[in-house]
């Protein structure tokens, strides 16, 4: 695909990755994803902002087959899928100046093994002048890793946020058509990466308020030329409350702790909470990650094995507790067969969620009437909660 006019001498080249099925080996790509990158020719200069995974380094340097001179490449991002291809580039461009903040400078040179005389730093607020187009670079940190930065394009009134807003779907629509899709894609996108740094995106957020921003070109997906909905989602997964949601994540071995998840999810339905299963064994964790995006409550269900949780609950818990969900309460429920510490094993797993901890109900064996009573207790328990909290 050649490269693309998003506005006047603004042009999007990348490529589109159909088959990318996993992301930093952990995370789930259904759909596949785009890398983005930008070219934005002024009057006296030419920047292209962000480059492409290296595998597809090729790609980029076919669209750039017509372009005579870069004299900036703007790394918004230090991770390889935007800046991989920045060496390739430079091996055509050897004069172009990459300019990075001074953070991602150094990691640029850690990874990719850039010369330290190739950079241009710039600090945050600083502009650039292409002669009748100017960058504004904006510090964004933890979008997604510290030295993350975005560019504004003043003239255009166009955010160019790399993974800030971004959505991994492989498609040729160039901006968003589908925006129900792409809602999607870009929840399970922030859920995965972004989440646990909410405080801080919620700071970077408001400071790009102070940007009339008319269009956000993403360095995943598609580009928004409507972005106020884009912005107004990502408000509320920083800043809105947690709904009226059970997440339950859990495995079953015999099916004792089947029977308790089921027993559990009626009680709760009764009880007027909403609910989502997540049997381990068959999950796409991305959804588990989006779900937590907006519940009040998690409750892990799992056997106890080798002593302690199975293998896939320890995981699941782990993975809430790096993710940082804004949950108020968690419990657990399952099934043992002798004995064990699974409860402790997984309260000592999740110090970095500020959760109150439910009475966790576990049972010898297969439930007994005791036990679903406990269930239907735990679940009036929970229901109370949400209600106090008036969480919708
Ligand atoms: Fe799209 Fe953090 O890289």
């Known amino acids: 695909m050649d490269k693309r006019q998003i506005k006047e001498k603004v042009y999007w080249l990348g490529a ?39 595998s597809m380094a090729g790609k980029l340097l076919a669209q750039l087959a017509g372009v005579s001179k870069i004299d900036f490449i703007v790394s918004h991002h230090s991770e390889q899928d935007h800046s991989g291809a920045i060496p390739h580039v430079l091996e055509r461009f050897p004069d172009a100046k990459v300019v990075a903040n001074p953070k991602a400078k150094v990691m640029l040179i850690d990874l990719l093994k850039i010369p330290e005389n190739q950079f241009l730093t710039v ?52 901006f968003v058509t589908d925006q129900w899709r792409v809602y999607e894609a870009a929840k399970r ?21 102070g940007c009339d921003i008319h269009m956000i070109a993403p360095s995943h997906g598609q580009i928004y030329d409507h972005p106020d909905w884009i912005m107004d989602a990502y408000q509320d997964w920083v800043t809105g409350a947690p709904h ?15 029977q308790m998840v089921d027993r559990l999810t009626s009680a709760l ?42 293998p896939l609950a320890a995981y699941a818990t782990f993975l809430a507790n790096a993710l940082r969900p804004k949950a108020k309460y968690l419990s ?5 067969g002798w004995g064990g510490k699974t409860v402790e094993t997984l309260a000592g797993m999740i110090p970095n969620l500020n959760v109150e901890v439910l009475g966790p109900v576990l049972c010898k064996g297969a439930p007994s009437k005791a036990v679903f009573e406990a269930l239907d207790r735990l679940a009036g328990t929970i229901a109370k909660k949400h209600e106090e909290n008036d969480f919708k």
């Open 16 to 54: 589109v990755d159909w088959d990318r099925r996993l992301f930093d080996s952990l995370i789930p790509l259904p759909d596949g994803t785009t890398y983005n990158a930008y070219l934005v020719e002024g009057s006296k200069k030419t920047a292209l902002l962000d480059t492409v995974d290296p």
């Open 123 to 174: 600090e945050d607020g600083e502009t650039l002048s292409l002669g009748d187009k100017t960058l504004k670079f904006i510090q964004t940190p933890w979008v997604h890793w510290p030295e993350t930065m975005v560019t504004y394009l003043e003239e255009d009134r166009i955010l160019f946020s790399c993974d800030f807003y971004g959505s991994h779907i492989a498609t040729t629509d160039l």
């Open 189 to 209: 996108y922030f859920a995965e990466i972004m989440m646990p740094f909410r405080n801080v995106i919620k700071k970077n957020i408001e400071k790009l308020k």
């Open 244 to 258: 009226n949601l059970v997440v339950l994540p859990f495995v079953s071995m015999h099916g004792s702790t089947q």
């Open 269 to 310: 339905v009764v009880q007027g909470v909403r609910i989502e299963l997540f049997n381990l064994t068959v999950t796409d964790i991305g959804k588990l990650a989006m779900a937590l995006v907006d519940a009040a409550t998690v409750v892990v269900g799992t056997p106890t094995v080798l002593a302690g949780p199975h």
């Open 332 to 336: 657990i429920i399952g099934s043992y």
